[in-house]
């Protein structure tokens, strides 16, 4: 089961962040104690709009509730859709994408597993491109081992089925690789990924020892 709803009809109140420079040294921590989403949540929203992507689809989790806190703030017009699995959300990106729009689906890595099929045997076999931006999970001092194996793989899964992907290694990077996935995504008709490492998304605290 999936629910949409407009970015522009959202009831969260608007804060003091309304301004387009964004405070890149400020930590995602820092950022939520003063009641707003991390810089690299904003850029990415900039990105997404550079693209012209105003259908994001998401499968709940931490680190991308900033990035839709992020729109919910500042990007009306913005058409988000909560699924419930990874597959299911790469259907709707799909049927968005057919419908003539620009689609961007949100996942955490662990959720590739889920959603691998569906990639494989509908975006990839019909050239049917999404931007997919996904948190990551099993980095360099992972707490959770659970994560790790999958999280070691994302990588080596995208190479073989030929989706080609940037990773946002520091905040100030997080526009361009957004919008340098998706160009090249919409621009030759398939599937890219932008990785978000839990250096980035995660405080030191939740990161564990490096």
Not at 2 to 30: L, M, N, Y
Not at 61 to 88: C, F, K, M, Q
Not at 176 to 196: N, Y
Request: glycine letters at 10%; hydrophobic letters at 40%; one cysteine or more.
């Amino acid at each position: 089961m999936w629910r949409t709803r407009s970015v522009g009809d959202a009831a969260r109140p608007i804060h003091d962040s309304e301004s387009k420079g964004h405070d890149v040294s400020e930590s995602t921590v820092q950022a939520a104690e003063r009641g707003r989403p991390p810089a690299w949540a904003d850029l990415i929203c900039d990105g997404l709009e550079a693209i012209g992507s105003r259908y994001v689809v998401y499968v709940p989790d931490n680190p991308l509730s900033y990035i839709l806190r992020s729109l919910e703030r500042r990007r009306a017009g913005v058409s988000v859709v909560s699924a419930t699995r990874e597959e299911e959300a790469i259907g709707i990106a799909a049927g968005f994408y057919l419908g003539g729009a620009t689609p961007t689906v949100m996942m955490q890595s662990s959720g590739l597993g889920n959603a691998l099929n569906a990639i494989g045997s509908l975006l990839v076999a019909y050239q049917i491109p999404a931007l997919l931006v996904m948190s990551m999970r099993g980095d360099p001092g992972e707490w959770n081992w659970a994560q790790v194996p999958l999280g070691r793989a994302v990588r080596p899964i995208l190479d073989s089925i030929g989706i080609q992907y940037t990773v946002v290694e520091r905040s100030e990077d997080a526009r361009i690789a957004v919008e340098v996935a998706g160009k090249l995504a919409f621009g030759t008709r398939f599937p890219t990924a932008c990785l978000l490492p839990r250096r980035l998304t995660a405080p030191a605290t939740e990161r564990g020892p490096a």
